[in-house]
């Protein structure tokens, strides 16, 4: 890439988008545009199309995506199917037709069987069923990159692909309706602590296993491997590291100075039991990850009460 292309971010304003965005600018790439839902309805095929005849880009990052938490992918499959789909075959075919120099597709490792061998190499996809609760989700992610797959066959396009782990901080989303563990937590604990809450209730049993990463070090691989890969294969982005689900609450609760008491609701679903990623292939490319857990959720906690009045609290487009 060239420090001048036009790098167009699709979910710019996202946990993902914002922090892609951030790390390009910080790189000096000085032509990076994106457009919001209201601009442009990436479901729209006419309106997605418009939009690349019009602006042209050179390059293009994939970050926009409908996104949830367990709840939200149990009772809206088929919104997280249809509206991922959609996204993607707009986007992915108009990066074909108006000849995008470089594309980079953001899935996501729930694209990974649910017995997944531990951890989870790129080549364990398609080789088992997926978790139910975010199947559709999955299934949409799955399609996404194997079309990205598919053109580069087929045309030589230079479209690859990247799955990271659970993700974040700056710009997360913090409706307790669709958020993810991480900020859903933070929130609980910080609403706790600020009303004086003797308690604070969990999902689950906190047993599960999981692997987070710090979205600005997320940006971080992604512009590294627009900049390095060309490869056919899907990346997975992670830390290699895990830590259980109680662990993570208890990093979280420390964070925050919340004093109370954790109530696990084992009537709730716990979701996928381990999930690790293999990053061996992402080491070998030359990168690896800099922002630890315990750091990295401080830097959460920090933002999130900085911006308690921007933050996403209520599910908006």
Not at 215 to 230: F, Q
Not at 287 to 312: C, M, P, S, T
Request: proline letters at 4%; hydrophobic letters at 35%.
């Amino acid at each position: 890439m060239n420090k001048t292309d036009k790098i167009y971010v699709a979910g710019h304003r996202g946990l993902v988008g914002s922090a892609i965005v951030r790390n390009l600018e910080a790189k000096g790439y000085t032509n990076v545009i994106g457009r919001t839902h209201h601009e442009l309805d990436l479901t729209n095929q006419a309106q997605v199309r418009a939009f690349f005849e019009q602006e042209r880009p050179d390059v293009v990052v994939l970050a926009a995506a409908k996104v949830g938490g367990i709840n939200a992918n149990n009772t809206q499959p088929a919104e997280f199917a249809y509206v991922n789909l959609q996204i993607q075959c707009n986007v992915i075919h108009c990066c074909h037709e108006f000849k995008v120099k470089k594309l980079l597709f953001l899935g996501s490792t729930c694209i990974y069987p649910k017995l997944a061998p531990q951890p989870i190499p790129e080549s364990a996809l398609l080789t088992g069923p997926l978790e139910e609760t975010n199947e559709a989700y999955a299934i949409a992610k799955i399609a996404g990159l194997e079309m990205c797959k598919f053109y580069k066959q087929q045309y030589g396009d230079d479209f690859i692909s990247c799955m990271p782990t659970n993700l974040y901080g700056p710009h997360d989303n913090y409706d307790l309706s669709g958020s993810h563990v991480m900020p859903a937590m933070i929130r609980k604990f910080h609403e706790a602590k600020v009303n004086g809450k003797p308690s604070v209730e969990l999902w689950g049993s906190g047993t599960p296993l999981r692997e987070f990463l710090y979205v600005d070090d997320m940006a971080d691989a992604c512009v590294y491997l627009l900049e390095h890969y060309g490869g056919i294969e899907h990346v997975n982005i992670g830390t290699g590291k895990e830590v259980s689900i109680r662990e993570l609450a208890e990093t979280v609760q420390r964070q925050v100075g919340f004093v109370g008491e954790i109530i696990w609701n084992k009537e709730m679903p716990d979701g996928t039991p381990r999930k690790l990623t293999d990053v061996t292939k992402l080491h070998s490319l030359g990168w690896k990850h800099k922002v630890d857990l315990e750091e990295g959720v401080g830097l959460a906690y920090q933002w999130f009460r900085d911006n308690i009045d921007d933050a996403r609290l209520e599910n908006h487009e």
